[in-house]
C-alpha cells in the first residue's frame, strides 16, 4: 500500500474479544471493586499482553504459584482452567476463590470426570503445556494421554478397551479432524463428544479467515505470542496461500509488508481487545489505506453468568464495553 492509490483494509468477521474472555476479565475487574487490589490471578487471566498490563496497573497480581498468595487473599481461576491439584491446594489454604474457566472448557472438565467414573481413559488432543490442556488433563491422576499430532496416535496404549476423546477448545478445526480421524482408525470404538469441543468463537474466527485470506494480500493477526486460537489463524491463513503475520499491536508492523499490495486482510484472537485493532486500523491508514471495510460473517450473541459473589449482568446493567 502507498498513499499514491487505494489501499483497502478487510475486517473479519467475528473477530476479537468472545464471551469467556469477556467473563474472566470482568470477573477480576468486578473482584478489584469489590474486595480492592490486590486480587491475585493465576496465570495469565487471558492470553493477551495488554489485557494482562492494563488488569496489574488496577492492581491484579499474576502468579503461577499458589505459594506466593498470601493466606486470607482472593484468587481467580484463568479462564484456561485449572487441574484438580490447584483446586485442593486452593481450598486448603483457605483463598476466597473465584473461577473464571470459560465455561465451554468446564463442560470438558465435566465430560472427563463423567466418563472417568465409568471406566473410560481418555485421548487429549492439544498443545503440550498449554495451561488449558494441563488443566483438564488434570481432572484425573491417570488414564488420559495427550496427542498432539497424528503420529503420536501411534505412541498411545491404553489399559482398557474403554476410550474417549477430548480437544482442547482453541485448536486448528482441521488438524483437530485430521488427528481425530487417525485416532478412529487405529480405535474405532472411541468416543466421541456429541458436540465437538474445539469452541464456536475458535470455529467462527477460523472459518472467517478461510473468507478473508483468499480476498486479500496480506493477513493481519492481533494476538499475543502465547494465545493458541491467535496463531492457528496466522497458520490457517498462511496453510491457504496468503502471507500472514501476527502483531500484538500497532507498533509491531512493518512497512514492507503492504509495499505493492493493495488489500490486507485485519482479524484479531479471542483474547484480543477491539482498541488494539483499532490502533491497528489507524496505522494501516498511514500506510495508505483508504477504505476499510467489514465482511459478512456470523454475529455472535454468547454470554455466560458470572460466578456467584459478584453479581450477575442485570437488565439495568450491560456488559462494560472494552473497545
Not at 471493586?33 to 493465576?42: D, E, L, S, T
Not at 504459584?65 to 483446586?87: E, I, M, N, W
Not at 458436540?195 to 492481533?222: E, G
Amino acid at each position: 500500500m502507498n498513499s499514491s492509490h487505494d489501499g483497502e483494509v478487510l475486517l473479519a468477521e467475528p473477530r476479537g474479544f468472545c464471551a469467556g474472555v469477556d467473563r474472566a476479565i470482568e470477573i477480576v475487574e468486578r473482584a478489584l471493586r469489590k474486595f480492592g487490589a490486590p486480587i491475585y490471578v493465576r496465570h495469565e487471566i487471558v492470553h493477551n499482553t495488554y489485557v494482562v498490563g492494563d488488569l496489574k496497573a488496577k492492581g491484579a497480581i499474576f502468579i503461577e504459584d499458589l505459594a506466593d498468595v498470601p493466606p486470607g487473599a482472593t484468587l481467580v481461576f484463568s479462564a484456561h482452567g485449572v487441574s484438580k491439584a490447584v483446586r485442593t491446594e486452593a481450598a486448603r489454604r483457605g483463598f476466597q476463590v473465584f473461577d473464571a474457566t470459560c465455561p465451554l472448557v468446564t463442560k470438558v472438565h465435566v465430560e472427563v470426570a463423567k466418563l472417568a467414573k465409568e471406566g473410560y481413559e481418555f485421548i487429549m488432543i492439544g498443545h503440550k503445556g498449554h495451561p488449558e490442556v494441563e488443566g483438564t488433563m488434570g481432572q484425573l491422576t491417570e488414564g488420559i494421554y495427550l496427542v498432539e499430532e497424528t503420529a503420536d496416535v501411534a505412541g498411545v496404549s491404553p489399559r482398557g478397551d474403554k476410550l474417549a476423546v477430548v480437544t482442547q477448545t482453541t485448536l486448528s478445526v482441521d488438524d483437530a479432524a485430521e488427528i481425530l480421524a487417525a485416532v478412529k482408525q487405529r480405535f474405532p470404538a472411541v468416543r466421541e463428544p456429541k458436540q465437538q469441543d474445539i469452541c464456536y468463537a475458535t470455529q467462527n474466527r477460523q472459518d472467517a479467515v478461510k473468507v478473508l485470506a483468499p480476498a486479500v494480500d496480506v493477513v493481519i493477526v492481533v494476538g499475543s505470542p502465547t494465545s493458541s486460537n491467535s496463531n492457528r489463524l496466522r497458520e490457517l491463513a498462511e496453510r491457504l496461500g496468503t502471507e500472514a503475520h501476527m502483531v500484538e499491536g500497532a507498533a509491531d508492523l512493518q512497512p514492507a509488508w503492504f509495499a505493492g499490495r493493495q488489500r490486507v486482510g485485519l482479524t484479531a484472537g479471542a483474547s484480543a481487545p477491539d482498541v488494539l485493532v483499532q490502533a491497528v486500523i489507524d496505522r494501516l491508514r498511514d500506510f495508505g489505506a483508504v477504505t476499510i471495510r467489514k465482511m459478512d460473517g456470523v454475529v455472535e450473541d454468547v454470554h455466560f453468568p458470572l460466578p456467584r459473589g459478584l453479581g450477575n449482568r442485570g437488565m439495568s446493567e450491560p456488559p462494560p464495553s472494552r473497545s
